[in-house]
């Protein structure tokens, strides 16, 4: 909670459904101090301890893991509207791909809370099923609430300055779930489609044309580009309708709404103070639990950008190009905020959204692209990236040791202990571009060297809470040992 804090504290204003611990109640209070006496600064969104929890929406928490979708013929029918019943069929549809091998289920599997079924970091696809994508898949829970991308959109929680927040994929680049469904079945290295016409062809030769014209009428084919348009709304009307992308299952959805079931263990209970405590995890500030916005509740994100420098991945070709850089916000991927000239002074750059924690144990590849593998090492990550930057950013012109000290970290990226030699801290970015990177807890920039801000326990607490926020038809990705996450 120091003056350096980009953005203002979240506060107290948020539904509670149950007393809150006293340990929470102090965070609470400490952010409502620090909101009184700081002036935020612009930027993205986050801020402190917003730690209470609050009920989902009502319809949504009703909802058990509802209609699997496992096969377009699983929901039933009746629960969808024609146009998202055209879109289920399409989800599913292979033929709409340049490779006829490829639907949007092969990277957002349902049985995987609609991310990835493998670890890869980043997907093949294209019309040989052999070209890697550029960024790690987002699973397609949750989604339905995310606002359209504004560079200063109101941070839901009432008291953060408005800042960059909103939109669809990494960037936000698109701003509803149909003008995100143009790019995978356009990019040539995912769906590769030649065009929006070959689409709307697959389309009107599927067996599910009929079906398309009784949603959209009988001249729908007529148009192609008034015909792809359909089609992008019948995605996100399929998207949006159906339960299995919003099923609020979780055990932490049963504890928001004091139901059986939703006893937290000692364990979960303390690794939700380590998310939202201000001094220790303070992951509440941007991945915000609190009341959403448009009556959304617990989404685990406030839609907001940060740059927090995340190593650069060796293992997507793309970056074999040194002078590549994916930087978010200011592109290359979005084009509508990139500098004025390379290096060129821009506060967008570095910037990713901080994606929703909901099913996030489920993960098996981390951050946007993909460079990390497990829960674990996402937490240390967090945890030691200023502290021992050189366990996750290479060493230039150092010496190999022959063998690593005994007490050298096994956890990171880089696992070569160094004698000498300069740790290139945030690789991923051009050096004109650190000054962006965020300073909030629990990466306040402190010295190499000094103590991590969560404990051993502390980390051990927070992977058991935030299994608690993976809905009941989903596996874990390590499951936790057992026992562990009880006392
Ligand atoms: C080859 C793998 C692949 C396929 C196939 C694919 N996607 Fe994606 N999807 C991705 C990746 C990668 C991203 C992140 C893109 C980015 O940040 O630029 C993404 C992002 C999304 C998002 C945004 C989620 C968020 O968190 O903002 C939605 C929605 C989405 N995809 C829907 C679809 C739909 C609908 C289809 C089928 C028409 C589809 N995807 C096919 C890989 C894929
Ligand atoms: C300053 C805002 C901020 C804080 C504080 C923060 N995060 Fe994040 N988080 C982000 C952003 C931004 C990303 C995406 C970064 C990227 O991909 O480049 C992210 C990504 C993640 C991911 C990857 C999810 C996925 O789907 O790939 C996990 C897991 C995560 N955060 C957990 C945490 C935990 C646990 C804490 C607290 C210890 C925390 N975060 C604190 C902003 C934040």
């Keep these: 909670m120091s003056q350096q804090r980009r953005f203002g504290p979240k506060g107290p204003a948020v539904t509670r459904t149950r007393p809150l611990a006293p340990a929470a109640l102090a965070a609470l209070a400490v952010a409502g101090v620090a909101a009184a006496v700081l002036v935020a600064c612009g930027g993205g969104g986050g801020g402190g301890g917003g730690t209470a929890v609050a009920l989902p929406p009502a319809a949504a928490a009703v909802a058990a893991a509802s209609s699997p979708a496992a096969t377009p013929a699983s929901a039933p029918a009746s629960t969808l509207s024609l146009a998202a019943q055209v879109g289920q069929k399409m989800f599913f549809d292979k033929n709409l791909s340049g490779s006829g091998a490829m639907s949007c289920a092969s990277c957002h599997d349902p049985a995987h809370a609609y991310a ?13 099923m052999d070209k890697a994508g550029l960024r790690a898949v987002p699973s397609l829970r949750y989604k339905d609430i995310t606002p359209a991308y504004a560079d200063l959109l109101d941070n839901p929680d009432g008291i953060s300055v408005p800042g960059p927040g909103g939109g669809f994929a990494w960037d936000g680049r698109a701003d509803t779930l149909a003008a995100q469904a143009r790019i995978p079945l356009l990019d040539t290295l995912e769906m590769a489609n030649a065009s929006s016409a070959d689409v709307v062809k697959k389309l009107q030769a599927a067996d599910y044309a009929p079906l398309i014209a009784k949603a959209f009428g009988d001249k729908v084919f007529d148009d192609s580009d008034a015909a792809f348009a359909k089609a992008l709304q019948a995605l996100q009307a399929y998207q949006l309708e159906d339960r299995s992308f919003h099923p609020y299952s979780s055990k932490f959805d049963l504890y928001a709404a004091n139901k059986i079931g939703g006893n937290l263990t000692p364990a979960e209970t303390r690794g939700l103070k380590v998310f939202t405590n201000p001094a220790t995890g303070n ?9 959403g916005l448009n009556g959304s509740s617990a989404l685990f994100t406030d839609f907001s950008y940060e740059a927090i420098g995340v190593p650069r991945n060796a293992n997507i070709p793309a970056n074999n190009d040194l002078k590549y850089f994916d930087m978010g916000v200011c592109g ?10 390379p290096n060129a002074a821009n506060n967008f750059c570095g910037m990713f959204k901080a994606p929703t924690m909901r099913n996030v144990a489920t993960r098996q590849a981390f951050f946007h692209n993909g460079v990390m593998h497990s829960l674990e090492q996402v937490i240390r990550f967090y945890n030691t990236r200023d502290t021992r930057p050189e366990l996750w950013y290479p060493t230039a012109g150092g010496t190999p040791k022959a063998k690593n000290d005994a007490d050298f970290p096994t956890y990171g990226l880089v696992t070569t202990q160094y004698t000498g030699g300069k740790v290139q801290k945030f690789d991923d970015l051009p050096p004109a571009y650190a000054p962006n990177i965020d300073t909030q807890l629990p990466m306040d920039g402190r010295a190499a060297g000094s103590a991590p801000p969560m404990s051993e326990q502390d980390i051990a607490d927070l992977i058991c809470f935030l299994n608690t926020l993976s809905d009941a038809d989903t596996k874990p990705a390590t499951p936790v040992k057992p026992g562990a996450c009880v006392n």
Aim: glycine content about 10%; charged content about 10%; aromatic content about 4%.
């Design 283 to 291: 992951c509440a500030s941007c991945h915000y639990q609190g009341a």
């Design 332 to 341: 290359p991927l979005r084009t509508d905020h990139a500098p004025a000239a």
């Design 116 to 128: 990835p079924a493998n670890d890869l970091s980043v997907q093949l696809g294209g019309v040989h």
